[in-house]
C-alpha cells in the first residue's frame, strides 16, 4: 500500500488497474469513541468551484454528479468510525475536473481532539491501493483530507490535509458554496414537518424539473490546491450580478440521477429548500375492509409454504434480487459498497456456471452496465441460521477470477466483524484479476429498506410499494432472514463454566461468545437505526488506541473469564450520552443505563427536580444514581422513591455532582437461539424498552442540530 505525506500526488493508475471504480474511507478514532464527523464530497469545474446543486454531496445529498459519487455511511471501527464514499470514476461527469473529499464537525469540535485520521483509497477489488494519515490537525472544525483530479484523462490523488477555523462555512465558501444563516434557522430540523405539505410538493416538483444537458469537454489539468483557505473565498464574483441559489435537488435513484443535470432557478429570491421528492407508503394505514381478522392480506412473496432450508434460500434470493433491479436506490444502496458502478441493474437466478467435471449454480447473479462495460457479482446465499460452506465459496472464487468477474457476494444471518472473515478461502496470487469477496447479513438489507421506506423515501409508489413487501417478507418468522439468530455452540458450557466458575483465561470459547456478543450488537444497532432513521453505531472502548481487533477480543474473553459479564456501549445520534449493556452472566440480568450530565447552571436541587421532572413517564423502576466529581460513587435510588424526595439523589460531604447514572434491569432469557425467551430477544428488547422509556424522554429536552438546511450552490 502506498504511503502518502501531505501535498504529495499519485497516479490512480500506477497502483492498480481496476481503479473504475474506487472506495474512499475517512476513518479517526477517540479514547471514549465518541467523536464523530460529517462527510462531505465537492465536484469540482476548472474553475474550482461547484457551479451546479447536484455536485455538493453531503449527508442530505448521498448521490451527486449524476450517481458517479455516493455517500456510503459509518461503520463502527474499534475506537471510532469510518465513512466510506464510493466513486465510479468511469462516469464522473466531463465537466468535473476536480473531486475534493472533506469532513466537518459541529458544536464547537475541531478535528484536534480526534486521533488516528486518516483517508484510504481501495480499488474496485477491495485491495487498499494508497494511505494518507492527517498530522496535527489544529484548531479546525472542517478538513479537507485529499483531492481526486484528472490530468491528461488520467485520475490521480493528492493528499492534502488543509482545514478551516470557520468550519463547514468556510469550506463551501471557498468552493463556490453559499450558506445562509438566517434561511438555516428558517426551516425546521431534520424530520421536522414544518412548511405544509403544498410547499414540500412544491419543492419536490421544483427539484424534479427536466434537466438540460449540457456536458462541457474541459482540457484536464493539474490544478493546485486552493490557496485561499483562510482568506478570500474563492469562486465569489466581487462585481457580478446577484449569484442564483438553486435547490438542493431529490435524489430520487442513481439511475434517474445519471440522466439528469439540474436546472436553474427562475426565481433568484425563492428560499432554497432540501425538501425531496419522495414517495413513501402511509405510516396509518386505510382501515381493513376484511370481515374479520382471520382474513390475511394478499402479499406479493407470500412466506406460508416455505417448508424448508433450501426453499427458504431460493425464494429469498429472488426475492431480493428482483427488488434490487426494480428499485434502483436499494440496488445501487447495497452494491455501491461492493465496488459497482451506478448504471443499469440485471439480477439472475438459477445459473449454470462450468466448474472442472460437474457444473456449479450459484445462487444469483448481479450484473450492472455502465458505459459498454459489465460489472459482474455471483451470489452465495444461506438463510435460517445455516452457516457458509467454504467449499462452495471458494469455487465461485475461483469461477469468477476465470471468467473476469469483479466480486463473490455471501448473504446469510450472520453479521460480519471487523478483521474477521466467515469463511477461509484461498486467493490464487499468480492470477491478474482480482476477485472482491463481501458479505451482506439479511439484518442489513432490512436496514436499508427500512431506511428507505420509512426515513428517506423513494422515486415512485410503485417502489415504495415493493420496498414494503420486501420489508414484510425478511421480517416474517417464516422467511428465514431474521439476522443474526444463534449466539453459538460455547454459550451453555461458558454460562456453566462462570456458574461454577471453572472458566480460565484463554478458553477460545469465551472468545467465541464475545465474537457472537459482537455480532448481536451490531445488530441491534441495525434494527434501531432502521427504526429511528439515524446512525447508531457500537463503540468499542479499550485502553490502547490501535489494538487489533483480534487482540482487543482476547482481552474481552479474559475480563469475560474475570467478571462473568458481556459490555457493550452504543452511540445514538441526537442523543446526549452512550447507551450502554451489560449482560452479567452470574445474575442473569441485563442492565441498559446512560450517563447525562448535570446543567451547568443552578442549584444541585434543581438539577436533581430539572431530571425529575424530565423523566415524569419513566418506568417507575428506573435506577438513578449521582455522578460524583473524581472517583467517589454518589447516591442512588429508583424513580418511584425520588419522585416525592428528589434531595435524596444529591451527594454528601460537599462532593460536587457532575451528572446522572439512569439504569434499568432486566432478567435476560437463558436460550442461545432467537426463540421468545432466548438470549438474543431478550437484548433487543432490553435496548428498544430504554430508549422509548428513558432516551426519548432526554431528547425530548435537548435542542438537537439541524441537518435539513443545506449549504447551496452559488451558480
Same mark, same amino acid.
Request: glycine share 12%; charged share 25%.
Given at each position: 500500500?502506498?504511503?502518502?505525506?501531505?501535498?504529495?500526488? &499519485?497516479?490512480?493508475? +500506477?497502483?492498480? %488497474?481496476?481503479?473504475?471504480?474506487?472506495?474512499?474511507?475517512?476513518?479517526?478514532?477517540?479514547?471514549?469513541?465518541?467523536?464523530?464527523?460529517?462527510?462531505?464530497?465537492?465536484?469540482?469545474?476548472?474553475?474550482?468551484?461547484?457551479?451546479?446543486?447536484?455536485?455538493?454531496?453531503?449527508?442530505?445529498?448521498?448521490?451527486?454528479?449524476?450517481?458517479?459519487?455516493? $455517500?456510503?455511511?459509518?461503520?463502527?471501527?474499534?475506537?471510532?468510525?469510518?465513512?466510506?464514499?464510493?466513486?465510479?470514476?468511469?462516469?464522473?461527469?466531463?465537466?468535473?475536473? #476536480?473531486?475534493?473529499?472533506?469532513?466537518?464537525?459541529?458544536?464547537?469540535?475541531?478535528?484536534?481532539?480526534?486521533?488516528?485520521?486518516?483517508?484510504?483509497?481501495?480499488?474496485?477489488?477491495?485491495?487498499?491501493?494508497?494511505?494518507?494519515?492527517?498530522?496535527?490537525?489544529?484548531?479546525?472544525?472542517?478538513? *479537507?483530507?485529499?483531492?481526486?483530479?484528472?490530468?491528461?484523462?488520467?485520475?490521480?490523488?493528492?493528499?492534502?490535509?488543509?482545514?478551516?477555523?470557520?468550519?463547514?462555512?468556510?469550506?463551501?465558501?471557498?468552493?463556490?458554496?453559499?450558506?445562509?444563516?438566517?434561511?438555516?434557522?428558517?426551516?425546521?430540523?431534520?424530520?421536522?414537518?414544518?412548511?405544509?405539505?403544498?410547499?414540500?410538493?412544491?419543492?419536490?416538483?421544483?427539484?424534479?424539473?427536466?434537466?438540460?444537458?449540457?456536458? &462541457?469537454?474541459?482540457?484536464?489539468?493539474? +490544478?493546485?490546491?486552493?490557496?485561499?483557505?483562510?482568506?478570500?473565498?474563492?469562486?465569489?464574483?466581487?462585481?457580478?450580478?446577484?449569484?442564483?441559489?438553486?435547490?438542493?435537488?431529490?435524489?430520487?435513484?442513481?439511475?434517474?440521477?445519471?440522466?439528469?443535470?439540474?436546472?436553474?432557478?427562475?426565481?433568484?429570491?425563492?428560499?432554497?429548500?432540501?425538501?425531496?421528492?419522495?414517495?413513501?407508503?402511509?405510516?396509518?394505514?386505510?382501515?381493513?375492509?376484511?370481515?374479520?381478522?382471520?382474513?390475511?392480506?394478499?402479499?406479493?412473496?407470500?412466506?406460508?409454504?416455505?417448508?424448508?432450508?433450501? %426453499?427458504?434460500?431460493?425464494?429469498?434470493?429472488?426475492?431480493?434480487?428482483?427488488?434490487?433491479?426494480?428499485?434502483?436506490?436499494?440496488?445501487?444502496?447495497?452494491?455501491?459498497?461492493?465496488?459497482?458502478?451506478?448504471?443499469?441493474? %440485471?439480477?439472475?437466478?438459477?445459473?449454470?456456471?462450468?466448474?472442472?467435471?460437474?457444473?456449479?449454480? =450459484?445462487?444469483?447473479?448481479?450484473?450492472?452496465?455502465?458505459?459498454?462495460?459489465?460489472?459482474?457479482?455471483?451470489?452465495?446465499?444461506?438463510?435460517?441460521?445455516?452457516?457458509?460452506?467454504?467449499?462452495?465459496?471458494?469455487?465461485?472464487?475461483?469461477?469468477?477470477?476465470?471468467?473476469?468477474?469483479?466480486?463473490?457476494?455471501?448473504?446469510?444471518?450472520?453479521?460480519?466483524?471487523? @478483521?474477521?472473515?466467515?469463511?477461509? &478461502?484461498?486467493?490464487?496470487?499468480?492470477?491478474?484479476?482480482?476477485?472482491?469477496?463481501?458479505?451482506?447479513?439479511?439484518?442489513?438489507?432490512?436496514?436499508?429498506?427500512?431506511?428507505?421506506?420509512?426515513?428517506?423515501?423513494?422515486?415512485?409508489?410503485?417502489?415504495?410499494?415493493?420496498?414494503?413487501?420486501?420489508?414484510?417478507?425478511?421480517?416474517?418468522?417464516?422467511?428465514?432472514?431474521? @439476522?443474526?439468530?444463534?449466539?453459538?455452540?460455547?454459550?451453555?458450557?461458558?454460562?456453566?463454566?462462570?456458574?461454577?466458575?471453572?472458566?480460565?483465561?484463554?478458553?477460545?470459547?469465551?472468545?467465541?461468545? *464475545?465474537?457472537?456478543?459482537?455480532?448481536?450488537?451490531?445488530?441491534?444497532?441495525? #434494527?434501531?437505526?432502521?427504526?429511528?432513521?439515524?446512525?447508531?453505531?457500537?463503540?468499542?472502548?479499550?485502553?490502547?488506541?490501535?489494538?487489533?481487533?483480534?487482540?482487543?477480543?482476547?482481552?474481552?474473553?479474559?475480563?469475560?473469564?474475570?467478571?462473568?459479564?458481556?459490555?457493550?456501549?452504543?452511540?445514538?445520534?441526537?442523543?446526549?450520552?452512550? $447507551?450502554?449493556?451489560?449482560?452479567?452472566?452470574?445474575?442473569?440480568?441485563?442492565?441498559?443505563?446512560?450517563?447525562?450530565?448535570?446543567?451547568?447552571?443552578?442549584?444541585?436541587?434543581?438539577?436533581?427536580?430539572?431530571? *425529575?421532572?424530565?423523566?415524569?413517564?419513566?418506568?417507575?423502576?428506573?435506577?438513578?444514581?449521582?455522578?460524583?466529581?473524581?472517583?467517589?460513587?454518589?447516591?442512588?435510588?429508583?424513580?418511584?422513591?425520588?419522585?416525592?424526595?428528589?434531595?435524596?439523589?444529591?451527594?454528601?460531604?460537599?462532593?460536587? $455532582?457532575?451528572?446522572?447514572?439512569?439504569?434499568?434491569?432486566?432478567?435476560?432469557?437463558?436460550?442461545?437461539?432467537?426463540?421468545?425467551?432466548?438470549?438474543?430477544?431478550?437484548?433487543?428488547?432490553?435496548?428498544?424498552?430504554?430508549?422509548?422509556?428513558?432516551?426519548?424522554?432526554?431528547?425530548?429536552?435537548? =435542542?438537537?442540530?439541524?441537518? +435539513?438546511?443545506?449549504?447551496?450552490?452559488?451558480?
Amino acid at each position: 500500500m502506498h504511503s502518502m505525506t501531505k501535498g504529495s500526488n &499519485v497516479g490512480l493508475a +500506477t497502483l492498480s %488497474e481496476d481503479i473504475g471504480s474506487v472506495m474512499v474511507s475517512l476513518a479517526w478514532s477517540s479514547d471514549t469513541g465518541e467523536g464523530d464527523a460529517d462527510v462531505s464530497v465537492l465536484l469540482l469545474d476548472t474553475n474550482g468551484k461547484v457551479g451546479r446543486d447536484a455536485d455538493f454531496c453531503f449527508y442530505n445529498n448521498p448521490v451527486a454528479g449524476r450517481g458517479s459519487v455516493q $455517500l456510503l455511511g459509518k461503520t463502527p471501527t474499534a475506537y471510532g468510525s469510518e465513512d466510506r464514499i464510493g466513486f465510479d470514476l468511469d462516469a464522473v461527469p466531463p465537466e468535473v475536473d #476536480r473531486i475534493v473529499v472533506a469532513a466537518s464537525r459541529y458544536d464547537g469540535s475541531w478535528f484536534k481532539d480526534l486521533d488516528d485520521l486518516r483517508l484510504t483509497l481501495a480499488d474496485g477489488s477491495g485491495g487498499q491501493l494508497l494511505q494518507f494519515a492527517v498530522e496535527d490537525a489544529g484548531e479546525v472544525s472542517a478538513l *479537507i483530507f485529499g483531492e481526486l483530479y484528472r490530468r491528461s484523462g488520467v485520475w490521480k490523488f493528492r493528499a492534502v490535509g488543509d482545514g478551516y477555523a470557520s468550519g463547514l462555512a468556510g469550506l463551501a465558501t471557498d468552493f463556490g458554496v453559499d450558506i445562509d444563516d438566517a434561511e438555516e434557522e428558517s426551516v425546521g430540523g431534520e424530520g421536522d414537518p414544518t412548511g405544509s405539505a403544498a410547499e414540500t410538493a412544491e419543492a419536490g416538483a421544483e427539484a424534479a424539473g427536466a434537466y438540460e444537458q449540457a456536458a &462541457v469537454d474541459t482540457g484536464a489539468a493539474d +490544478t493546485a490546491v486552493p490557496g485561499g483557505h483562510h482568506g478570500t473565498p474563492s469562486g465569489v464574483d466581487a462585481g457580478g450580478p446577484p449569484a442564483v441559489r438553486p435547490v438542493i435537488p431529490a435524489q430520487a435513484s442513481a439511475a434517474e440521477s445519471a440522466d439528469r443535470q439540474p436546472p436553474e432557478r427562475e426565481n433568484p429570491a425563492a428560499r432554497p429548500r432540501t425538501a425531496r421528492r419522495k414517495v413513501t407508503l402511509p405510516r396509518n394505514p386505510r382501515k381493513s375492509l376484511a370481515e374479520n381478522d382471520a382474513w390475511r392480506t394478499a402479499r406479493l412473496f407470500p412466506v406460508t409454504a416455505l417448508k424448508n432450508d433450501r %426453499e427458504r434460500e431460493t425464494r429469498a434470493t429472488s426475492v431480493l434480487l428482483s427488488v434490487m433491479a426494480q428499485v434502483p436506490e436499494l440496488g445501487r444502496r447495497l452494491t455501491a459498497g461492493f465496488g459497482a458502478p451506478a448504471g443499469r441493474m %440485471e439480477t439472475f437466478t438459477e445459473v449454470s456456471l462450468p466448474h472442472g467435471d460437474t457444473p456449479r449454480r =450459484p445462487d444469483g447473479v448481479i450484473r450492472v452496465e455502465r458505459a459498454g462495460k459489465l460489472w459482474t457479482a455471483l451470489v452465495e446465499t444461506k438463510t435460517n441460521g445455516s452457516a457458509l460452506k467454504s467449499d462452495q465459496v471458494q469455487a465461485y472464487m475461483d469461477i469468477a477470477a476465470r471468467r473476469g468477474y469483479e466480486a463473490v457476494i455471501t448473504l446469510s444471518n450472520d453479521v460480519a466483524l471487523e @478483521g474477521s472473515s466467515l469463511v477461509d &478461502v484461498k486467493i490464487d496470487g499468480r492470477r491478474k484479476h482480482k476477485v472482491a469477496l463481501r458479505h451482506l447479513s439479511w439484518a442489513e438489507v432490512a436496514h436499508q429498506a427500512q431506511m428507505l421506506i420509512q426515513h428517506e423515501g423513494v422515486g415512485n409508489a410503485a417502489h415504495a410499494w415493493l420496498l414494503q413487501e420486501l420489508l414484510h417478507y425478511l421480517q416474517h418468522e417464516n422467511s428465514g432472514c431474521h @439476522g443474526f439468530q444463534n449466539m453459538g455452540s460455547a454459550w451453555v458450557p461458558v454460562r456453566k463454566g462462570i456458574d461454577d466458575e471453572t472458566l480460565c483465561q484463554g478458553d477460545p470459547r469465551a472468545l467465541e461468545v *464475545i465474537e457472537n456478543w459482537e455480532r448481536l450488537i451490531r445488530q441491534v444497532c441495525l #434494527r434501531l437505526g432502521g427504526e429511528l432513521g439515524r446512525k447508531v453505531l457500537p463503540v468499542q472502548r479499550a485502553a490502547r488506541r490501535g489494538t487489533d481487533p483480534h487482540v482487543r477480543r482476547r482481552e474481552q474473553a479474559d475480563q469475560l473469564c474475570l467478571e462473568g459479564r458481556l459490555q457493550a456501549a452504543v452511540r445514538i445520534e441526537g442523543t446526549p450520552g452512550v $447507551l450502554g449493556v451489560v449482560a452479567d452472566l452470574r445474575t442473569g440480568k441485563l442492565r441498559t443505563s446512560i450517563e447525562v450530565p448535570a446543567p451547568e447552571t443552578g442549584y444541585p436541587l434543581s438539577k436533581a427536580k430539572r431530571l *425529575i421532572r424530565q423523566l415524569a413517564a419513566a418506568p417507575a423502576d428506573l435506577h438513578i444514581e449521582a455522578l460524583v466529581e473524581g472517583d467517589g460513587a454518589g447516591p442512588r435510588g429508583t424513580l418511584e422513591r425520588l419522585r416525592p424526595e428528589p434531595a435524596d439523589i444529591l451527594p454528601k460531604g460537599g462532593a460536587q $455532582l457532575v451528572g446522572f447514572r439512569l439504569s434499568l434491569f432486566k432478567g435476560m432469557g437463558n436460550g442461545r437461539g432467537n426463540a421468545e425467551s432466548g438470549f438474543i430477544r431478550s437484548v433487543d428488547a432490553a435496548v428498544g424498552r430504554f430508549h422509548t422509556a428513558v432516551v426519548v424522554l432526554l431528547e425530548a429536552q435537548r =435542542p438537537r442540530r439541524s441537518r +435539513t438546511e443545506a449549504p447551496t450552490a452559488v451558480g
